[in-house]
């Protein structure tokens, strides 16, 4: 399968479709998912596509149709996955700081929930007590993830209940009698050491005592995948095998069978996205040669705002020499995609390409500065497909309400 595009079908994407734009390639996606099959045991492992990542509906069509189920951060996340026709039992919903009236309402669509919270937890119970299997999010107190903006686990992050407050949690699943059936860690984005989640299942082990009714161990997501051309994403098979042999050695300790979960995001869709932006202005001062494009962090905003790498192309000439150049955005902030980046020689109107875009780019755009966001578009079956299109200015208007004259 093949499971990239080409510098011609970007370039025919950015000439039919213009600029700025969003590419995704569904091949890719499947692909992903297939070595995550293909390296962790069938019958003890469901993938959850973390779909904060991307959330376009044709998106989360491939991913159903690949066999993988579904997470969401959010209750609409959530019905956006049942519109596309995912069943409520292939749909977790990992809450955090949310209401206990959308807890209620996940509740009554019949997906699965991970509280993450003592206090939620307690409405849940007095509302619920064992009638719903539900999951609490742990906090482990491990410091994992790719930058502090993205790690969850250590011990000053908001998200899950401290595993120091075990004791808590507990009173309130014994007043209840609450069925809690999953036991979650989520520990960061960007995790390469396999070790982090052999310390997630060492987490589980010192907890599943007390948790009888537990039958489901879900380590999130976090999957490193590689940015920059010579780096190296997470060991999938080392993983597989490790999380394979905790998982037997937890199963078998505890005398029940047991069920590890993972939410990839970026793993499952980063690599299948490009980014495509035209060059409208160079600029020169000292040494420094600027190469102005007609987006800006309205758009992508990982490079500003985690300092993260985006590897760029020419794709409008991408055998010619290479030169430094500082690729900024056309907003009015200081939105530098790359600093003193080798980029073969650019010239006014050439089409630079982001990789790694199809993870938190889109997802995280925005109209700042009355910009339109960009098309988005799906490569499947060697056919593109519009899967949202560029907005319009009256776009920009539609949900305010017109000034009376
Ligand atoms: N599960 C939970 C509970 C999460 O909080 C996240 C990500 C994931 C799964 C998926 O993580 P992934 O496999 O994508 O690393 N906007 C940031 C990443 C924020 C991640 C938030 N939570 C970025 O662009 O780097």
Known sequence: MKSSLSYEQLNKAA???????????????????????SHFSSKHTRFFY?????????????????????????????????????????????????????ICEAISLGIHVNIDSLSNLEKFGAKYGNTYPIGVRVRPNIMAGGNLKISTGHDKSKFGIPVTQLAELKAIQEKYHINIATLHIHTGSEIKDVAVFIQSADVFDTLLAQFPTVNVLDFGGGFKVPYKPDEKGTDIALLGSEVNKAMTRLSEKYGRPLTAWFEPGKYMVSECGYFIAQVTVLKKSGDIQFAGINTGLNHLIRPMFYDSYHHIDNISNPNAQMQPYAVVGNICETDTF???????????????????????????????NARYKPAQILFENDKTTLISRRDTFEDLLTLQIPIKK
């Open 338 to 368: 790359a600093w003193d980046r080798p980029i073969p020689n650019i010239a006014e109107g050439d089409f630079l390409v982001f990789y790694n875009a199809g993870a938190y780019g889109y997802e995280m755009a925005s109209n700042y």
């Open 50 to 102: 973390a779909c904060k990542a991307l959330t376009n509906i044709h998106i989360l069509d491939v991913v159903k149709r690949a066999g993988c189920n579904v997470d969401c951060s959010s209750i609409n996340e959530a019905k956006l996955a049942l519109h596309v026709g995912f069943a409520p039992e292939n749909i977790l919903y990992t809450s955090n700081s949310v209401s206990f009236e959308e």
């Open 15 to 37: 000439n039919e479709y213009g600029t700025p734009l969003y590419v995704y390639h569904a091949e890719k996606i499947v692909s992903q998912f297939q070595n995550l099959l």
